[in-house]
């Protein structure tokens, strides 16, 4: 029999639970024991809960606990959350875990101490949700080179996004709705600032890279600078606009970015809507591949540290050595990044305007609307980032500019 115990009752935490008592036959027969789970800490008591019986409020109970095998970290963020889990693998125990923030900024740090105590450190569920991604890099994709990665990671931002596309809302309108209906917090910061999509692409390219890629250092931009009319104009293009992460791989050079972009109907990642998740990778040899589905939620995130339990339970005193190292991977600046972007621009004379815009772009595609007197936009030809912001730079000086309203990557 193999003893578990679970660290937090709260949305995942009772869900691992609910996965486990529900579908215990199946799971057990995965692992090929019985599985217990011994105790699930928390600081609340849960009268007439049956997860009482085993509630304890002393981490130290499960720590020093031999019979503890496996330690389900479901608590997030990273404080108490790091120090309970390198204790455990120091202890010698298993840790599976949901949490994208201690995967992101310890990372390397667990799964070094998770091998040098033969135990395992997994965390399928800190990327996804429900969707599988980890294993399939680790093991699918083990004969290609993963060239890119891109991918809508917050199900709450692409739901606000996808609202407001469908339904022709302004940004604090849908971020009423999301909260309302439990999608966003009521500091919405994490998701709405592309914060957690950040630590998620972090997590995916420190996989690709075999290197730790810091989260801090990746260019992140969120959503909550997109307006109703931003959403019109890329409609007109044909386009949606999509909180996408991403990073490349070529050699050497390996960047990232978190920010929202324009993308077209010949990339599936157009079809994600509401708060569902896609994750697209491209290898060299395999080429495109996208995972899709529900990339939060109780139950769905549960079913994944589940997932890891069973591997876990399967792997007792074998270390699978999945994830990345210490060494730091170095990302190249955003300003060399090559990038096509979608412009608006306030005129006070639309003649004299154009003429900028084609004096220091070249040749653009104009879009126009009708009624709009004082407002057009553009699109760039592609360039450098930091190239392309010199010219903006230099156009938002132009007599016939009065100033530039948004501006919006293009995907592809």
């Not at 923030?101 to 399928?124: D, I, P, S, T």
């Amino acid at each position: 029999m193999a003893v578990i115990a679970v660290l937090g009752y709260g949305t995942v935490g009772s869900g691992v639970v609910e996965v486990m008592r529900t579908n215990k036959e199946r799971i057990e027969s995965k692992a090929g024991q019985p599985i217990d789970i011994k105790y699930v800490l928390d600081l609340r008591d849960f009268p007439g809960d049956p997860v009482q019986d085993i509630i304890t409020h002393n981490y130290d109970d499960i720590l020093n606990d031999p019979e503890v095998e496996v330690v389900v970290e479901v608590m997030g963020g990273t404080n108490p959350a790091y120090t309970f889990v390198k204790s455990a693998l120091q202890n010698g125990k298993s840790v599976c875990t949901s949490n994208k923030e201690l995967v992101a900024a310890h990372g390397a740090e667990l799964m070094r101490v998770a091998k040098e105590n033969n135990v395992n450190f997994l965390y399928e569920a800190s990327v996804g949700g429900g969707i599988p991604i980890i294993r399939p890099i680790n093991r699918s994709m083990t004969s290609d080179k993963i060239e890119e990665i891109t991918g809508i990671l917050n199900g709450t931002t692409n739901y606000m996004l996808t609202k407001m596309t469908e339904e022709d809302l302004e940004y604090n309108d849908v971020l009423s709705d999301a909260q309302a209906k439990g999608y966003a917090e009521r500091n919405p910061d994490a998701d709405v600032e592309g914060y957690d999509a950040c630590r998620k692409i972090a997590i995916l390219a420190s996989l690709a890279t075999e290197k730790t890629v810091s989260y801090d250092e990746i260019y992140t931009e969120g959503i909550t600078h997109i307006s109703k009319t931003d959403i019109a104009y890329v409609k007109k293009m044909g386009g949606v606009v999509k909180l996408l992460a991403k990073a490349e791989f070529d050699g050497d050079k390996v960047w990232a970015m978190v920010a929202p972009t324009i993308v077209m109907p010949d990339n599936p990642l157009s079809m994600v809507n509401d708060v569902f998740n896609a994750i697209l990778l491209k290898g060299n040899m395999l080429g495109d591949v996208m995972f899709y589905g529900r990339g939060a939620g109780k139950l769905p995130t549960a079913s994944a540290v589940v997932s890891d339990i069973v591997e876990a339970v399967k792997h007792k005193n074998i270390n699978l050595g999945i994830g990345w190292s210490e060494d730091k991977q170095e990302l190249i600046d955003i300003d060399n990044v090559d990038v096509k972007k979608f412009v608006r621009v306030e005129y006070n004379d639309k003649a004299e305007a154009k003429a900028e815009v084609e004096k220091i772009f070249g040749a653009s595609e104009i879009i126009e609307f009708f009624g709009m007197d004082n407002e057009f936009a553009f699109v760039t030809n592609k360039a450098k980032e930091g190239e392309i912001n010199s010219k903006l730079n230099e156009l938002i000086n132009c007599e016939g500019i009065v100033s530039i309203l948004n501006t919006i990557r293009i995907e592809g």
